[in-house]
């Protein structure tokens, strides 16, 4: 019988949660354009419910996702934690544009020991599943909302890359686009952006993110050869795509880009490839090599 959290610990979980609502809240002013240290901007209403709507729908998606895992882990006897939120922060004056999205998402603690392969696979890609069932809904009810517009010649505005799941929704509601013209996303559109970005980096195929346990569940103990290869390509588009990566990949060095030796027993069974398939489609789907458009690090150093 597993024990539930303590009072202290669900203060915890919910302080982090109502916290990141509201820096969610705050990014959310900031994709509808508005400054969130102004008062006028929480005096508009139409730029409040935009906000708004980024930020509800944001966590709703996070709050999916961790507790896709959250329920399965309990379903199979495995002692997690509740999820911890983590605010982001925000835009400083003076620095124009910065990729500020209100939180740096969620995780949830898990104690395991030695587990089959078919709990580790289901309680890592249900996550995943969980929070893309969200995800798309809200992109393409944002998408219906966003706008084509001039592009401006200067001033700070941020390129996002496009995912095949932006394409699609783009495509759906702006097949045809003029020349100097662009779709200017609606904040909850934007959500859904944040959405297939968290996704996707959930479900790249190294260390103990969720791609990586999916891939461990299939490939087994021989499958960290593979990793550290893939971590090295993460690097290095690191270095020549999105200096983003980077950063990413330090975070996941920190944890071991290969898999604990963890899985008793043998790899998953067939039944259970559904899962896989699924998780393979959503990063088909969510993964673009330059999630912002920046210059690569060559570039911004001078050396190209």
Not at 5 to 22: D, I, M, N, Q, Y
Not at 110 to 120: F, I, N, Q, Y
Not at 216 to 239: E, P, T
Request: charge should be negative; charged fraction near 10%; aromatic fraction near 12%.
């Amino acid at each position: 019988m597993l024990d539930g959290p303590s009072r202290k610990e669900l203060l915890v979980h919910g302080a982090l949660f109502l916290v990141t609502s509201a820096t969610a809240l705050v990014a959310g002013i900031y994709m509808a354009g508005g400054d969130p240290i102004e008062l006028a901007a929480w005096q508009n209403g139409p730029m409040l419910l935009a906000a708004t709507s980024y930020a509800a729908a944001l966590m709703v998606i996070l709050t999916a996702h961790e507790f896709g895992h959250y329920l399965q882990a309990r379903r199979h006897g495995v002692d997690v934690s509740l999820p911890y939120f983590l605010p982001g922060i925000g835009p400083i004056p003076g620095f124009g544009i910065l990729p500020f999205f209100g939180t740096f998402g969620a995780f949830i603690r898990m104690r395991l020991g030695a587990v089959e392969a078919r709990p580790l696979l289901e309680i890592s890609a249900w996550g995943p599943l969980a929070g893309f069932a969200f995800t798309v809904p809200v992109l393409f009810v944002g998408m219906a909302l966003s706008e084509i517009r001039p592009m401006p010649e200067t001033g700070d505005f941020m390129m996002l890359g496009d995912s095949l799941l932006l394409m699609i929704a783009e495509w759906t509601f702006f097949p045809e686009i003029a020349p100097g013209h662009d779709v200017f996303l609606h904040p909850l559109a934007m959500a859904g952006w944040v959405g297939c970005l968290l996704t996707a980096l959930n479900l790249l195929p190294i260390g103990q993110l969720d791609g990586g346990h999916i891939a461990y569940c299939v490939f087994g103990d021989s499958y960290r050869h593979v990793a550290r290869v893939l971590y090295v390509g993460l690097m290095a588009l690191g270095v020549f795509v999105f200096p983003g990566w980077l950063l990413f990949g330090v975070l996941v060095g920190v944890m071991g880009p290969s898999h604990p030796a963890i899985m008793r027993g043998p790899p998953v069974r067939e039944r259970s490839l559904w899962l896989v398939g699924a998780a393979l489609v959503m990063f088909v789907l969510t993964f673009t090599p330059r999630p912002i458009v920046v210059d690569s690090l060559p570039v911004l150093l001078g050396l190209w």
